[in-house]
């Protein structure tokens, strides 16, 4: 079989992904594989090891948390699944990959961190933050909002840059997101509303840089634009609400809602107030 170059099998794999994926699910993968192509890009595909694949997660990642470590390598053993079921390989030098696991995503904030992240925030991050607070949206899909897509309290988003793209992805407003969704769409009449200081639309890594900024100014470990989603989801559930409508309310299916939150159920305070 011909020898395939990292280089060239990681180009040929994120013109499938721009084809056949979200700009998200496009990014996540340009970001950890235009990583691994610059210092293994001439490398013959095949020779990619386990132990290889390990040592550059240590030297590159070795100081971040584990969910960045194990998308990192995720990304890497998905390159050579595709590339043998494309037939480029007979079979992934990475079979065995024992990766790490990810840390977990229930990070919770609460109301005194949500407070000292809005004081620590310059305006653009707090709306960004505030917004996130009142509707439990994602941040890529924060990030993509453009005034057109704004409606009677809420914004829809069209079907090709919603979660798997086969439905159109609705966010719902409450007052206060509401009003700062006219106000950035009066100020950006085109594009995405949200922007950072400088007037450039929010790009994922400036979006999590402005976050580290934030909580290491606030003084709140763990806090990330993904943390004030699963909060808000957490918080409807605490507050009573059936699985199925905040499910509708965060573009996610009751499954997932049920599986992923599972530790609503352990709240004893909650239990114990229900029943009296």
């Given at each position: 079989?011909?020898t395939?170059?990292?280089g060239r099998?990681?180009d040929l794999f994120?013109?499938?992904?721009?084809?056949?994926?979200?700009p998200?699910?496009r990014?996540?993968?340009?970001?950890?594989?235009?990583?691994?192509?610059r210092e293994h890009?001439t490398?013959s595909?095949a020779?990619?090891?386990?132990?290889?694949?390990h040592?550059?997660?240590?030297?590159?990642?070795g100081e971040?948390?584990?969910?960045t470590?194990?998308?990192?390598g995720?990304?890497?053993?998905?390159?050579c699944?595709?590339?043998?079921a494309?037939?480029?390989?007979?079979?992934s030098?990475?079979?065995g990959?024992?990766n790490?696991?990810?840390?977990?995503r229930e990070?919770?904030?609460s109301g005194?961190?949500?407070?000292?992240?809005?004081?620590?925030?310059?305006?653009?991050?707090?709306?960004?933050?505030?917004?996130?607070w009142?509707?439990?949206a994602?941040p890529q899909?924060?990030?993509?909002i453009e005034a057109?897509?704004i409606?009677?309290?809420?914004i829809t988003?069209?079907?090709a840059?919603?979660?798997g793209?086969?439905t159109r992805?609705?966010?719902?407003l409450?007052p206060?997101?509401a009003?700062?969704?006219?106000r950035?769409?009066e100020?950006?009449?085109?594009?995405p509303?949200?922007?950072n200081r400088?007037?450039?639309?929010?790009?994922r890594f400036?979006l999590?840089a402005?976050?580290q900024?934030a909580?290491?100014?606030a003084g709140?470990?763990g806090?990330c634009?993904y943390?004030?989603?699963h909060?808000w989801?957490?918080?409807?559930l605490?507050?009573?609400v059936?699985?199925?409508t905040v499910?509708a309310?965060?573009g996610n299916s009751p499954?997932i809602?049920?599986?992923?939150?599972s530790h609503v159920?352990?709240?004893?305070d909650?239990?114990r107030?229900?029943?009296?």
């Amino acid at each position: 079989m011909k020898t395939v170059l990292v280089g060239r099998m990681i180009d040929l794999f994120m013109s499938h992904v721009a084809d056949s994926s979200s700009p998200a699910t496009r990014d996540w993968y340009g970001r950890w594989l235009g990583e691994f192509r610059r210092e293994h890009g001439t490398r013959s595909l095949a020779n990619i090891t386990p132990a290889l694949l390990h040592r550059w997660i240590a030297k590159r990642y070795g100081e971040a948390t584990a969910s960045t470590q194990h998308a990192a390598g995720r990304s890497v053993v998905r390159l050579c699944n595709w590339a043998v079921a494309e037939g480029r390989l007979a079979v992934s030098p990475l079979k065995g990959f024992r990766n790490c696991a990810p840390s977990s995503r229930e990070i919770l904030l609460s109301g005194a961190d949500y407070a000292a992240l809005i004081k620590a925030s310059p305006q653009e991050l707090r709306d960004v933050i505030k917004f996130l607070w009142h509707t439990g949206a994602r941040p890529q899909e924060l990030r993509a909002i453009e005034a057109d897509w704004i409606g009677d309290r809420k914004i829809t988003l069209p079907r090709a840059i919603s979660k798997g793209g086969k439905t159109r992805r609705v966010i719902y407003l409450d007052p206060m997101a509401a009003a700062i969704a006219a106000r950035l769409a009066e100020k950006h009449n085109t594009g995405p509303i949200f922007r950072n200081r400088a007037g450039r639309a929010w790009t994922r890594f400036a979006l999590a840089a402005a976050f580290q900024a934030a909580r290491d100014k606030a003084g709140v470990p763990g806090a990330c634009a993904y943390a004030i989603r699963h909060t808000w989801i957490t918080r409807m559930l605490e507050r009573g609400v059936g699985a199925a409508t905040v499910a509708a309310l965060a573009g996610n299916s009751p499954a997932i809602v049920l599986r992923v939150y599972s530790h609503v159920a352990d709240n004893e305070d909650r239990l114990r107030a229900i029943v009296g």
